[in-house]
């Protein structure tokens, strides 16, 4: 106990501004992967011959380590955040993409019709009944992808852009294991708070009647 107090005595204010950047990284590339992420996956809902070899596409990007992305950020962008978050935007894509197609195309098609038969534009029933329908499938893939950004964001901290991965590489190289777990205990907190936190969200934005457990 007293060398955890010491430590946070000379550690604490970097650990604590490295949480907050770390938080803001994934904040900001969740964000700006769902903002391109979901009206792509509503284009594909919409043309449905052509989202096999998207998402196909999105999955192969996937698999491209993160130091490949980084590298080919930084040339591009220069060290610091803008590449980090270029890179960890397109991973964080992927889930929201293939959530956000798959939660609209699994609507059921009587709700549609029936939309339809009431004199609804297209428009109308993708913002009224399919979306509605489906947020919850999209909540959901934002947040699987929150909290993989939150182990992928430690590789920033290799490129000038901060967070925990700071604490991690410094860590690893000078052989210091309280400073690499200084990294890596909050960046699984950190996780876990995301994933909940979603979660709940994800839950107040089903549809009542969709809910597991029903009215409950």
Do not use: C
Request: hydrophobic share 55%.
């Amino acid at each position: 106990m007293t060398e955890f107090f010491a430590f946070f005595a000379r550690y604490g204010a970097l650990l604590l501004s490295a949480t907050a950047t770390h938080l803001w990284l994934v904040v900001v590339s969740v964000s700006v992967g769902s903002a391109v992420a979901i009206p792509v996956g509503i284009l594909l809902s919409r043309h449905r011959k052509i989202a096999p070899p998207v998402l196909a596409i999105a999955g192969v990007v996937q698999t491209i380590p993160g130091l490949v992305l980084l590298g080919f950020a930084m040339l591009a962008f220069g060290i610091g955040r803008l590449s980090a978050v270029a890179t960890l935007a397109l991973y964080a894509m992927l889930p929201v993409l293939r959530n956000t197609y798959v939660g609209i195309t699994e609507v059921p098609a009587v709700y549609v019709d029936a939309a339809r038969g009431i004199g609804m534009t297209s428009a109308q029933i993708l913002l009224k009944v399919e979306l509605p329908l489906s947020v919850a499938s999209i909540v959901g893939g934002t947040r699987l992808s929150a909290i993989y950004i939150v182990s992928w964001a430690t590789i920033a901290g290799l490129i000038g852009a901060g967070g925990l991965g700071d604490l991690i590489w410094t860590g690893l190289a000078t052989y210091d294991r309280s400073l690499i777990f200084a990294g890596a205990i909050p960046s699984a907190l950190l996780a876990i708070a995301l994933g909940a936190l979603i979660n709940r969200l994800q839950r107040i934005l089903t549809p009542r009647g969709l809910r597991k457990g029903g009215a409950r």
